[in-house]
Nanobody, 121 residues
Framework: QVQLVESGGGLVQAGGSLRLSCAAS???????MAWFRQAPGKEREFVAA????????YYADSVKGRFTISRDNAKKTVYLQMNSLKPEETAVYCC???????????????WGQGTQVTVSS
């Protein structure tokens, strides 16, 4: 059974940084990994994705240059380093894995419960 468990969320001031982690279990960790976020009252949106080897990454335009996705296949963990955070990026951040049609699509097979990120102004 595939399980994804996120951690690292919290409260940070605008302009600050956080590093999220997503630990996977129950499978070989050979799939694409991605981060999504959902703010209250808004639809879930794609943030970043990384290929199974880590050789390819893809970012939403809104986070390019500020966020970095990475993975440690030995630890079965994917990370999201978030810098220069903005209040409007307050949301629940979830990781996902699977074989989507595109890295930025929402048709991932497995999802974590998410971790809350709150950015104060």
């Amino acid at each position: 059974q595939v399980q994804l468990v996120e951690s690292g969320g919290g409260l940070v001031q605008a302009g600050g940084s956080l590093r999220l982690s997503c630990a996977a279990s129950g499978y070989t960790f050979g799939y694409i990994m991605a981060w999504f976020r959902q703010a209250p009252g808004k639809e879930r949106e794609f943030v970043a994705a990384i290929s199974n080897s880590g050789g390819a990454t893809y970012y939403a335009d809104s986070v390019k240059g500020r966020f970095t996705i990475s993975r440690d296949n030995a630890k079965k963990t994917v990370y999201l380093q978030m810098n220069s955070l903005k209040p409007e990026e307050t949301a629940v951040y979830c990781c996902a894995t699977g074989r989507p049609a595109t890295m930025w699509g929402s048709d991932y097979d497995y999802w974590g419960q998410g971790t809350q990120v709150t950015v104060s102004s």
